[in-house]
Structures are given as structure tokens and as C-alpha cells.
T-cell receptor, first 110, second 113 residues
């Protein structure tokens, strides 16, 4: 069973669209949750942490459902610059290693 | 923003050769990591390092791999006898003790021929 599973993608959306990504994780001991962004052939960069109450950062909203072991990311008003691969990442917490999903590719089209 | 620095950015080697990938973590960080990403695949954990010793390693990190912090700034990953399947992007990362944000270097693309 894969530890972190994500929508396969790719998602091709027009500028201004709203797009949602989903992720499920198998380790019920996971305590910390993140969305990372990765551009082609570049390093992953932290987009936002995900908190139990849900959190928002500008056009980005993340939600966590611990009971269902499910995480989501919503991007509103998509920009061309949002085109990237979005990685769902979990960890038991502290300084334990991050576990990455395979990522979902987003292409925002003019 | 502080940066994790990795060298070289690209490394081409022959199968069976040894390679050393170098990283300079952020100066006040205490935990260091190596991850790898095979083309088209997910980012995979290799090893974590704290207080001058390995704190955790994955199944991928077998006897051909080793890590070292030879001085106060560098953190290296050595692959003793490279195989074709070692071809991947290798990322170094560091984090403050208890910090949430992991800082990644820009990676070393290793190609084994």
C-alpha cells in the first residue's frame, strides 16, 4: 500500500480557474502535513503547512481530515505561474523524515 | 533567505566508480538529510544525520552509501560503486532543531553510464 497517494493528474486549467488536489495517507501516526511545490528539475519548496482546523494563504487553502486520513489543496484564481507539480507530504512529526507523494502536475493555460 | 548549497549541479560517472556529492547546510541547522528523486518518480528519503551520526536511514541506503560531516560546514554523500539505477537527482536538506520548514538544496543530477 502506497504511503501517500495523490490524484494522478495532469490538471490542465485556464487562468482564473479554481482547482483542487486531493491526497490520502496510510500512516495513522502522521502528525505533520504539508504541501510542497516542485518546478521541473528543481528542488521541492514548501508551499504551506496543513493544520487540523484548515488554513489559508492568499489564494491557497489547505484542509486536513484526520479521521479519513485525507488532505486537500484548493487553488483559487489560478495564475500561469502556478504551473508546477504539487507534492503532498506527511511525517510522524519532529525531525522524522518526510514522506512524499508522487505529486500532481498542474498546467495553467492562458 | 538562507540557502542550502549543493555541488556539483551535475555529475556524470561510469558504472562502478565512486562519487561524492557535497552539501553545505544552513549554518545554524542541526538536522541534515539526503533525499533522491529518480526521473518521473517521487522524492525518496535516504538518510538523516544529527549530532555527527546517522539518526535514521531507509532501505535504499545500503552498504554502498555513506555520509560524513568532515568539517563544521560540509555534509557529503558517498556512493562507493555506482550502479545504473543510482541515476537520479540527489537533494540535500537541513532543518533547525524542532523547526517545521525543511530547506532543500537545488540538487545534484547524477548520471551513471
Amino acid at each position: 500500500r502506497k504511503e501517500v497517494e495523490q490524484d494522478p493528474g495532469p490538471f490542465n486549467v485556464p487562468e482564473g480557474a479554481t482547482v483542487a488536489f486531493n491526497c490520502t495517507y496510510s500512516n495513522s501516526a502522521s502528525q505533520s502535513f504539508f504541501w510542497y511545490r516542485q518546478d521541473c528539475r528543481k528542488e521541492p519548496k514548501l508551499l504551506m503547512s496543513v493544520y487540523s482546523s484548515g488554513n489559508e494563504d492568499g489564494r491557497f487553502t489547505a484542509q486536513l481530515n484526520r479521521a479519513s486520513q485525507y488532505i486537500s489543496l484548493l487553488i483559487r484564481d489560478s495564475k500561469l505561474s502556478d504551473s508546477a507539480t504539487y507534492l503532498c507530504v506527511v511525517t510522524p512529526g519532529g525531525n522524522t523524515p518526510l514522506v512524499f507523494g508522487k505529486g500532481t502536475r498542474l498546467s495553467v493555460i492562458a | 533567505e538562507p540557502e542550502v548549497t549543493q555541488t556539483p549541479s551535475h555529475q556524470v560517472t561510469q558504472m562502478g566508480q565512486e562519487v561524492i556529492l557535497r552539501c553545505v547546510p544552513i549554518s545554524n541547522h542541526l538536522y541534515f538529510y539526503w533525499y533522491r528523486q529518480i526521473l518521473g518518480q517521487k522524492v525518496e528519503f535516504l538518510v538523516s544525520f544529527y549530532n555527527n551520526e546517522i539518526s535514521e536511514k531507509s532501505e535504499i541506503f545500503d552498504d554502498q552509501f555513506s555520509v560524513e560531516r568532515p568539517d563544521g560546514s560540509n555534509f557529503t554523500l558517498k556512493i562507493r560503486s555506482t550502479k545504473l539505477e543510482d541515476s537520479a537527482m540527489y537533494f540535500c536538506a537541513s532543518v533547525q532543531n524542532g523547526g517545521e520548514k525543511l530547506f532543500f538544496g537545488s540538487g545534484t543530477q547524477l548520471s551513471v553510464l
